[in-house]
Structures are given as structure tokens and as C-alpha cells.
């Protein structure tokens, strides 16, 4: 089935250690998205790739870092995780043209404990 | 500052009809959406709106009023299954997303 896989989908940390989500999409969508969501909050943009090569800062990037080395890819680095940043961490993508963004679908999210 | 706002939570019962509003404030618009998300799944989309009016899609319609700021989500002919928490997103005027928190639907028999 075509789509968007996370990995891992669950995974427990202890604090300072380097941890990366993997993401990849089969739906050649140019636009991918790392959101986290909290509980009682929005989902909050971490960080976002409009095109392969290319990557922005979202809302909230202070201690991620991503690459976006092709269109299929779009891992997430905690390079030092700390326990704020225990949350479900979801991967997205959507065809964006001419900056306007469509429909975004998502991975199945993966559930970060930093302890 | 931009700001989505949406209840935080609603019940309703199974067969009636339910409405769940957002308002919003952000640097420019460019559609809004509506997402539905079950507990430990990812959000999956349910509408999108740019122009006033309302959009008709089976049991569900949602609504924009960009001079008020305001959209709603209605559901219809409630299941069980409509258990689930409800997103409302603003596309900016740098198309980028600005979500609300979300509004939990909780449907009784």
C-alpha cells in the first residue's frame, strides 16, 4: 500500500542520547513535514522540506535537525535528547505548487520517551 | 499572534447531528482544513475550504465564513466510530499550517 512509514513506531530514550526518526514517502510528494504533538497542543512544525535539497525551520526546531537527500526520505535527528522532547513525533507529505499546499498525509507517528 | 481556537472537548449521542467550531486569527488565509484523528492514530483528512460557503461530503459538511473568521465541521447521523478528535488547520499567508488543539468528540449510545 502506497504511503508514508515511520520508524520506530515506539521507542525509549535516555537523556543525551542520539536518536533519528525515519520517514519515507512513495508518493513522490515534493513537501515533507516533521510535526510533534503534545497533549492539550496543536500539532507544532518542527521542521519542513518543500523539494529535495532544500529544508526550513518550523515553530519549533531548537534541538532537531533534518536532511532531505531525495524526494522519498526525510529523517529527524535529536542529536542530544532531553526529556521535553518526549512526544509523538509524525512525519507528512503533500504535492505543494506554487506555494500552495494540499492535502497532508501522515505516518502512523512514532512515540518518543526521553527519561 | 496567530491562533486557532476549538473546543476542547464534546459529547454527543449516536444518530444526532453535531456541530464543532473554529475560529481563527492568522497573517493572511489561504483554506482551511479539517482533519479526523482516533486515538494513537494519525490525523486523516476530512475537508478543505477557500471560498465562503459550505462543502458537502457524505455525512459530513463543513462551512467557512472568511469574514468572520469562523468554519465548522457538521456531522451528521453520529456513529460510534465518529469517536475520534477532530483538527482544525489555517493555511497563512506563507502557506504554511497553523493547527488548533483539537476538539475530542465523544459519542454515547
Known amino acids: 500500500i502506497a504511503g508514508i512509514t515511520q520508524a520506530p513506531t515506539s521507542q525509549i530514550l535516555a537523556a543525551g542520547r542520539r536518536m533519528t526518526l525515519r520517514c519515507t514517502q512513495d508518493?513522490?510528494?515534493?513537501?515533507m513535514y516533521w510535526y510533534r504533538q503534545d497533549l492539550g497542543l496543536g500539532l507544532r512544525l518542527i521542521h519542513y522540506?518543500?523539494?529535495?535539497?532544500?529544508?526550513g525551520k518550523g515553530e519549533v526546531p531548537d534541538g532537531y535537525s533534518v536532511s532531505r537527500a531525495n524526494t522519498d526520505d526525510f529523517p529527524l535527528t535529536l542529536a542530544s535528547a532531553v526529556p521535553s522532547q518526549t512526544s509523538v513525533y509524525f512525519c507528512?507529505?503533500?504535492?505543494?505548487?506554487?506555494?500552495?499546499?494540499?492535502?497532508?498525509?501522515f505516518g502512523e507517528g512514532s512515540r518518543l520517551t526521553v527519561l | 499572534g496567530q491562533n486557532i481556537d476549538q473546543p476542547t472537548e464534546m459529547t454527543a449521542t449516536e444518530g444526532a447531528i453535531v456541530q464543532i467550531n473554529c475560529t481563527y486569527q492568522?497573517?493572511?488565509?489561504?483554506?482551511l482544513f479539517w482533519y479526523q484523528q482516533h486515538a494513537g492514530e494519525a490525523p486523516t483528512f476530512l475537508s478543505y475550504?477557500?471560498l465562503d460557503g459550505l462543502e458537502e461530503k457524505g455525512r459530513f459538511s463543513s462551512f467557512l465564513s472568511r469574514s468572520k473568521g469562523y468554519s465548522y465541521l457538521l456531522l451528521k447521523e453520529l456513529q460510534m466510530k465518529d469517536s475520534a478528535s477532530y483538527l482544525c488547520?489555517?493555511?497563512?499567508?506563507?502557506?504554511?499550517?497553523?493547527w488548533g488543539a483539537g476538539t475530542k468528540l465523544i459519542i454515547k449510545p
Open positions: 507528512a507529505s503533500s504535492v505543494t505548487f506554487e506555494g500552495k499546499t494540499g492535502e497532508l498525509f
Open positions: 508518493m513522490r510528494h515534493n513537501a
Open positions: 522540506s518543500n523539494t529535495a535539497g532544500t529544508t
Open positions: 492568522t497573517s493572511g488565509f489561504n483554506g
Open positions: 475550504n477557500v
Open positions: 488547520a489555517v493555511v497563512d499567508s506563507n502557506y504554511q499550517l497553523i
